[in-house]
C-alpha cells in the first residue's frame, strides 16, 4: 500500500518535509512516492502527511487512484461551477 504524486503536482516541496519515511523524491515532471517506504503515514499520523499539506488538488493519490484531495476539497468551489467553469468534466 504506498499512495502516488500525480501530474497535477507542481514540485513545490511541501510533502517532501513532512514525510516521516522520506518516500518522496524529486522527478521529472512531478515528484513520485518511493512504494517501499511509503506507509500512509499509518502508525505516525491520522492523516497521511503528504496530502494534508499538499496545496494543490487531484495531486496525491491513493491505491485505487482516489484523491486524497479531490477537486474542490481545497478551494471550497462547489462541483457545479467547476463543471461549468469546464475544470472538471461532468461523469457520463
Known sequence: MALQIVEP???CWACVEVCPNQAIYA???HFLVDEVKCTE???DHAD???AAICPIEMAIVNELGEALNPWGSLTGIPMGK???LGIV???A
Open 9 to 11: 503536482c507542481v514540485n
Open 27 to 29: 522527478d521529472s515532471p
Open 41 to 43: 503515514c499509518l502508525g
Open 48 to 50: 497521511p502527511q503528504c
Open 82 to 84: 467547476l463543471i461549468q
Open 89 to 91: 468534466q461532468k461523469a
